[in-house]
């Protein structure tokens, strides 16, 4: 199910905006599992992470936290990421037709710059443009772990 409305992206932007300051973003996504009972067949590939079986669901809600596109039905086994890139909403994200025709100019002190309107993410998914995700502090942490132990630290802090 995908209700996404064009029409609306300038008013979710500015919502967004106005309210948290983080400028162009469309809405968030996040997945969730539902609990079932275990099927009777390949009721592993049910059984979750947390020790219970589900079926998993992705959302996307606007400013109003109502629910803009859902992907449901997937086993509680998979992960966050292969429902996203396997759901329609990650391909018109990567077709560029998810927002089409909304981009926000900005005045940069030496340029203008272009915003492209984005959906915000947990760390499970991937970054892309259309895409943000948190910045992993881990990942550049790993980087200095091939260092000696004084130059990592002093690297890090």
């Not at 968030?28 to 609990?35: L, S």
């Not at 030496?110 to 259309?130: C, N």
Request: aromatic fraction near 14%.
């Amino acid at each position: 199910m995908s209700v996404f409305q064009v029409e609306r992206t300038e008013d979710r932007c500015e919502w967004y905006e106005e309210t948290w300051g983080f400028p162009n973003c469309g809405g968030a996504i996040d997945g969730t599992h539902i609990p079932i009972i275990a099927p009777v067949d390949s009721h592993g590939d049910y059984l979750n992470r947390k020790g219970y079986y589900s079926l998993l669901m992705q959302g996307v809600c606007d400013h109003k936290y109502i629910f803009r596109d859902i992907n449901i039905g997937w086993p509680g086994r998979v992960h966050d990421a292969r429902v996203f890139a396997n759901s329609e909403l990650f391909h018109r994200g990567e077709n560029s037709v998810l927002f089409p025709n909304w981009i926000k100019r900005v005045q940069l002190p030496d340029r203008e710059a272009t915003l492209p309107v984005v959906l915000l993410a947990d760390p499970a998914y991937p970054l892309k443009p259309w895409l943000m995700k948190p910045f992993s502090l881990f990942a550049d942490i790993r980087k200095f772990a091939v260092r000696t132990h004084d130059e990592k630290y002093s690297a890090v802090f």
